[in-house]
Structure formats: C-alpha cells, structure tokens
C-alpha cells in the first residue's frame, strides 16, 4: 500500500529551492520564502505560518516526497541539519521546550508533496505537546514485546537484504 500524498502541479518547496515565487494556493498572494539556510543537500527557512517563533523548516534541495524516498545519505544530511538549527533556536530564543516532527502522507497530517521537518520552539506560555499518550489505555507488556520482535525480525530481513 502506498501513502497519499498531498500533490500541486508545482512544489512550492521546490519553487523556494530555486528561488522563484510561490503564490498561496490559499489566498492568490505571493509568498515570499525567509531563507535560514542553505547546504549542498538542504534547505532551511522560516515557515511562513508560525506556531510558535521561530517555527522552522527544513527539507532536502531534491525533491522527495516522504521520509521514506530518502536515500540514507540525504536522511542523514537533512537531521544533521536539524541539528543544528534546533540547538540554533534552543540557544537564540532560550523556549521552555522544542518539538521536532515530520509528517508522512496526508492521513498523517502532511501538507506538502516535499519532505519537511518542522522546528518548533514552545515556551511557558504556550506549553504543550502535539499530542498526549496520557489518556490512552497502556499496552500490555506481552504485547509491546511481540511488536518488538517484529521490528527486530524487520530489521534482520532488511539487513540481510543490504537494505540498510
């Protein structure tokens, strides 16, 4: 089964990358892109809608649709940026918190067709989690075990296939 992605006929981050104007599919108004950084493999920038400032983004210069179209290369590439520019903003804007996150397919919240990993600074007045695990009944340790293995089992047969 493969994921839905959000598709465009343009990728806006694509058009960021090459420095040409994006036009809001939400409004018609062209949006301009706050470039953080650039490196051969990556491209950082401010999103345009903050949760929280500075709320980040960063993606590789090529074009990828999900985490999963990454070469380990650009995978590794793009969380040393991450990085970076966490511990930026950490030191920068002194938050209470960052969340890190990065969405895979529209069912998991992706908006746009382009690999992005968000940077999120939170502060005490706007505390908070994405999401909380708090109220969700607690799996049985049996069960948490089984899924283990199988990831294991996962790994092993990837492995073996010099898939990793």
Do not use: W
């Not at 493969?2 to 990358?17: H, K």
């Not at 049996?142 to 010099?162: M, Q």
Request: include cysteine; aromatic fraction near 6%; charged fraction near 20%.
């Amino acid at each position: 089964m493969a994921l839905e992605i959000p598709t465009t006929t343009v990728c806006p981050f694509c058009q960021n990358v090459s420095g040409q104007p994006v036009v809001s599919r939400r409004d018609g108004e062209t949006v301009g892109c706050a470039v953080i950084e650039a490196t051969d493999d990556t491209f950082a920038f401010i999103n345009p809608r903050q949760l929280a400032s500075p709320h980040v983004l960063v993606i590789p210069r090529r074009h990828r649709a999900t985490m999963l179209d990454l070469t380990i290369d650009e995978a590794t590439s793009i969380m040393r940026h991450v990085h970076r520019l966490a511990r930026a903003v950490f030191e920068e804007f002194s938050p209470s918190g960052l969340n890190i996150y990065q969405n895979n397919g529209s069912a998991a919240g992706q908006s746009v067709g382009h690999v992005h990993f968000h940077i999120v600074p939170t502060y005490a007045v706007r505390p908070g989690r994405f999401f909380s695990t708090r109220d969700l009944p607690r799996t049985l340790l049996a069960e948490r075990e089984a899924l283990a293995e199988r990831l294991r089992e996962a790994l092993r047969k990837s492995e073996d296939l010099g898939a990793t």
